[in-house]
């Protein structure tokens, strides 16, 4: 079995040795490495080249949105999940925005923590039900925002499956709650993703909560 190599970036060490001691016991699971901020992480991002980075926004010196934009910049595949105590709506946007995969909050217990971490790992998007219900949840109640953006490519279809996206939906369920198939809205998500001239789930969600608007 391939173990996801983990790791933990936090400014307190008794969070990474809590983290590291959880995440130990994890079959699936290897933490590979540490750092307390964000010039360590960086380089040891580098040196390392993790699965996953497990990365809280506060850093003290620096902030986990600088560090989830040079990730961005390296070669490879390297998911970021964010886990931080803060849950306001403008950080969580500011971190999805910066390329995190996944937000949880500190709070989360142990068996979502791993399924947050193994599904990041592949590939999938990860928000605590916390902030999908305040920041995501909205988004059945919004339209477009008529002041010119690339969400006017999308095809009505398209723009209902990102919404979808939006609100933390994986394909399977978007399949189901649209009554295609999972191959149907891969390729759908895979035209967004071209059109909107992004690479990554949780940007091109970022990107369609930025650009609507509640209606009135």
């Keep these: ?44 991002v580098k040196r390392l080249m993790p699965d996953v980075v497990l990365l809280d926004v506060r850093l003290g010196e620096g902030s986990g949105f600088d560090v989830c934009r040079e990730i961005q910049k390296l070669e490879g595949t390297i998911r970021v999940l964010v886990l931080t105590s803060f849950a306001d709506d403008n950080i969580v946007i500011e971190a999805i925005s910066a390329g995190a995969d996944g937000y949880l909050l500190k709070e989360v217990n142990r068996e979502a923590l791993v399924s947050g971490i193994e599904r990041v790992s592949q590939g999938q998007s990860v928000l605590d039900p916390a902030v999908t219900g305040r920041v995501f949840g909205k988004v059945q109640s919004m339209v477009q925002n008529p002041s010119g953006n690339k969400l006017g490519m999308l095809s009505a279809q398209e723009k209902r499956v990102l919404a979808l996206v939006a609100e933390g939906k994986t394909n399977k369920e978007i399949a189901a709650v649209m ?38």
């Design 179 to 216: 009554g295609l198939s999972d191959k149907t809205i891969k390729n759908y998500f895979s035209n967004i993703l071209d059109k909107l001239q992004m690479t990554r789930r949780s940007q091109a969600a970022a990107y369609f909560v930025q650009h609507t608007i509640v209606k009135p």
């Design 1 to 44: 079995m391939n173990r996801v190599r983990v790791l933990i970036v936090d400014d307190h060490e008794v969070v990474r040795v809590g983290l590291r001691t959880l995440l130990s016991s994890v079959p699936s699971i290897e933490v590979i490495g540490e750092a307390s901020n964000a010039g360590t992480a960086i380089d040891e």
